[in-house]
C-alpha cells in the first residue's frame, strides 16, 4: 500500500514556480519527520527541506529564500512551494516520513524539469 502521495511535478521556465504535495496516512503524518529530497541524474539523492512535527524547519542551502515547506494537519499533508526555480533544480523529488520509531517511508517521487 502506497502510504505517501505525491503530485505537483511537471515542467517550467527558469524563474517559475511550482508547488508540491504529499499527503500521508493521519499515523504517519502525526508521528513523522516530514520532508523532500531530490535525486538528479548522476548525482546522489540529496535533502532538500524537512519540518518537524512542531513545525521546525530546515532547508538545503541551495533553495534557501527559493523553497518554503509546510504541513496541513487537516490535510495530513507537506507542501513544498518551489519560486525563482533554476535549472539545477530538475530533479525526481521524492516525500518522506520519518516516523519517532526511526521508520523511514519514500514516495514514488515526481518529477520536476526546469527549462532555461
Known amino acids: 500500500q502506497v502510504q505517501l502521495v505525491e503530485s505537483g511535478g511537471g515542467l517550467v521556465q527558469a524563474g517559475g514556480s511550482l508547488r508540491l504535495s504529499c499527503t500521508a496516512s493521519?499515523?504517519?503524518?502525526?508521528?513523522?519527520?516530514m520532508g523532500w529530497y531530490r535525486q538528479a541524474p548522476g548525482r546522489q539523492r540529496e535533502l532538500v527541506a524537512t519540518?518537524?512535527?512542531?513545525?521546525?524547519?530546515n532547508y538545503a542551502s541551495a533553495v534557501k529564500g527559493r523553497f518554503t515547506i509546510s504541513r496541513d494537519t487537516a490535510k495530513t499533508t507537506v507542501t513544498l512551494q518551489m519560486n525563482s526555480l533554476k535549472p539545477e533544480d530538475t530533479a525526481v523529488y521524492y516525500c518522506?516520513?520519518?516516523?519517532?520509531?526511526?521508520?523511514?517511508?519514500w514516495g514514488q517521487g515526481t518529477q520536476v524539469t526546469v527549462s532555461s
Open positions: 518522506y516520513a520519518n516516523t519517532l520509531a526511526s521508520y523511514v517511508y
Open positions: 519540518i518537524t512535527r512542531t513545525g521546525l524547519t
Open positions: 493521519g499515523s504517519i503524518f502525526s508521528s513523522s519527520l
